[in-house]
Nanobody, 115 residues
């Protein structure tokens, strides 16, 4: 059974930082491209960042470039999203996604940026 379990969300003030984690089980983690998405009410889920399975190359949405960093630990089967200089518009539910021939989603973790 494939499981993706996110953690690390919460409430933070503008300018603050959070680190999200997504622990993956049930698949060979190193074979999978890992991504973080986010969604706010009434809007489509949007891709925030992705990291390739073998090369480790990364890509980011323009809105988070220079502030967010995605990384992975293929020993711990975990992907991370370091979020710095957070803005109120970063408020969303953040989802972890694993993709190879098919995709799997985590349950999401709420990130709220507010003073």
């Amino acid at each position: 059974q494939v499981q993706l379990v996110e953690s690390g969300g919460g409430l933070v003030q503008p300018g603050g930082s959070l680190r999200l984690s997504c622990a993956v089980s049930g698949v060979t983690f190193s074979w999978y491209t890992m991504s973080w998405y986010r969604q706010t009410p009434g809007k489509e889920r949007e891709l925030v960042a992705a990291i390739a399975s073998t090369s480790g190359s990364t890509s980011y949405a323009d809105s988070v470039k220079g502030r967010f960093t995605i990384s992975r630990d293929n020993v711990k089967n975990t992907v991370y999203l370091q979020m710095n200089s957070l803005k109120p518009e970063d408020t969303a539910v953040y989802y972890c996604h694993a993709r190879r021939f098919q995709g799997y989603w985590g349950q999401g973790t709420q990130v709220s940026v507010s003073s």
